[in-house]
């Protein structure tokens, strides 16, 4: 009697994904990474800030709210250091460089370019259908010109800070807790409840960053499914630098946070408590997001 042929993991690429962190298993190598990286960024920005404030008081200001382009460009290429700490944690810890957290350079690449226009075209198509934004709070736009000059920089700005954020959360973390424990509820929950809570600000009211957090740890397992689908970091990366590019590069609060590369600007909107039906929607371009780059990957 023949026996159905069974269906192929659809983490079948996973496990070639997670393989260069089969060399420093368990629970003990990963926690002790997670808190040296921590560590030291936590260590490198505030040296680096206290250098900016020694050297450029006002412009460190700027990068710090990020409400200049220039000071937001700052900020943004300002993960180079998560970066490097990594590549230095990775060689001391575990014995391996920042490459192998991306799975086949090749295969990255390829998947990468193939999500990003995707990704890129249900974002305008969001933009473009109804229901429309109103005009009625917009306070400024930044001169077309200026902005499409700042957008090649702007965009390599992001390409570094997303960038970085995949290299730890979903290469690093995402490989160790898998090389610990492979049952992917486990890799998919530890690393992202990591990411989520990076969110946090601890400024900001509760219900703003409850909703930020339920919002990031939505992202990242959306992100961390795509990774495991592909075996590389390349979708994740597309889906991360475009939704970043658009919170960053289109909307911004007039003289608000991370408003400096924004081409147009609103007056604040007064929200400081938790918004179940902004959440909803959040959560839904989320899900459609991750949709889009399922099909592009044909997985």
């Known amino acids: 009697m023949n026996r159905p042929a069974m269906r192929p993991s659809a983490y079948a690429a996973h496990r070639g994904f997670v393989a260069p962190a089969l060399e420093t298993p368990g ?4 926690i002790l990474g997670f808190i040296i990286v921590e560590s030291l960024y936590e260590l490198a920005q505030r040296a680096f800030g206290a250098v900016l404030e020694r050297l450029a008081p006002g412009f460190a200001q700027t990068v710090f709210d990020g409400t200049t382009p220039a000071g937001m460009l700052t900020s943004l290429a300002s993960f180079l250091l998560l970066a490097v700490i990594l590549q230095v944690v990775l060689r001391i810890v575990h014995g391996r ?4 957290l991306v799975g086949p350079p090749a295969r990255a690449f390829s998947q990468f370019r193939a999500t990003l226009l ?6 305008f198509v969001v933009e473009i259908a109804p229901p429309w934004w109103s005009t009625d709070a917009l306070a400024h736009i930044r001169p077309p010109l200026a902005w499409l000059v700042m957008l090649a920089p702007a ?3 992001l390409l570094i800070q997303t960038g970085a954020e995949e290299l730890f959360y979903r ?3 995402q490989q ?3 090389a610990w424990d492979a ?3 486990v890799w998919l929950t530890i690393p992202n409840l990591a990411f989520a809570f990076a969110h946090w600000n601890a400024h900001a009211p509760l219900g703003i960053n409850a909703q930020y957090v339920v919002w990031a740890f939505a992202f990242g397992l959306a992100a961390s499914d795509l990774t495991a689908r592909a075996g590389s970091l390349g979708p994740a990366l597309a889906l991360h630098l475009v939704n970043n590019a658009y919170a960053f590069l289109l909307y911004g609060e007039l003289h608000g946070r991370d408003s400096g590369l924004a081409l147009f600007l609103f007056d604040a909107d007064g929200a400081r408590s938790f918004q179940p039906a902004s959440l909803v929607a959040e959560l839904a371009l989320v899900g459609l997001m991750w949709l889009v780059a399922r099909v592009a990957l044909r997985r």
């Open 27 to 30: 629970l003990r190598p990963v």
């Open 97 to 100: 460089a920042l490459p192998s």
């Open 118 to 123: 995707p990704l890129v075209l249900l974002l």
């Open 155 to 157: 965009l390599a700005a």
């Open 171 to 173: 290469g690093y973390l």
């Open 176 to 178: 160790q807790v898998a």
């Open 183 to 185: 049952r992917p509820w």
